[in-house]
């Protein structure tokens, strides 16, 4: 059954220091996900991408995020300066389409610790 | 403000018992609700309803939506332990690249 996949799965930072979590979607799937989780908190939607570019942001997705499709595999969530508050569990998404009814599948997550 | 209320937050029944776990909605442009189960990571999908009144069902899982009323439910019959994780409704919305999740609620199956 295909998936999607991503890495690392733990991953232990300094702050102030820039991360890349990194994801592979499922191969016929054309929308693309991040959402993260505080431990505790609800999952909380962060970008959607389509067509290489970025379709929909929240308030969290700021100037210290940024997204990106390098090949035609990978989608890549980059923070450029961790802080303390980064520390979560970041899921990546990905979907067959928006346009009608379908359902997103979620990758295992990176949990990110921020020290 | 657009939001996803579940309730209760946190449940705990013995293996055996029937649950319901409710989920109510105000969000604009609905187009359909989604059911997760959250285990120890990612969260993994159940139900997709976008019509009122019409029972989803998968093996002991069951979920309706009423959309004049803006909520939906979902029943475990006969839990078993394996059931325990926490149950996220999400609000999907026309026009919006981005899933819309509540606080989700734990349940807890004890043998």
């Known amino acids: 059954e295909p998936e999607v996949t991503q890495t690392p799965s733990h991953q232990v930072t300094q702050m102030g220091q820039e991360v890349i979590l990194r994801c592979v979607p499922i191969?016929?799937?054309?929308?693309f996900y991040w959402y993260r989780q505080i431990l505790g908190q609800k999952v909380e939607f962060l970008v959607s991408f389509y067509n290489n570019e970025i379709s929909e942001k929240s308030e969290i997705f700021d100037d210290q995020f940024s997204v990106e499709r390098p090949d035609g595999s990978n989608f890549t969530l980059k923070i450029r300066s961790t802080k303390l508050e980064d520390s979560a569990m970041y899921f990546c998404a990905s979907s067959l389409d928006r346009g009608g009814v379908a359902e997103a599948f979620f990758g295992q997550g990176t949990r990110l610790t921020v020290v | 403000e657009d939001k996803v209320v579940q309730s209760p937050l946190s449940l705990v029944v013995h293996e055996g018992d029937t649950v319901t776990l409710n989920c109510s909605y105000e969000v604009t442009n609905f187009r359909s609700l989604l059911w997760y189960k959250q285990e120890k990571k990612a969260p993994t999908f159940l139900f997709m309803l976008t019509s009122s009144g019409i029972e989803k069902k998968s093996g002991r899982l069951s979920s309706i939506l009423d959309k004049k009323e803006l909520f939906s439910i979902l029943n475990i019959t006969a839990t078993q332990t394996g059931d325990s994780a926490v149950y996220l409704c999400d609000v999907d919305q026309t026009g919006a690249n981005n899933l819309f999740f509540g606080t989700g609620t734990r349940l807890t199956v004890i043998p």
């Open positions: 191969s016929n799937h054309l929308y």
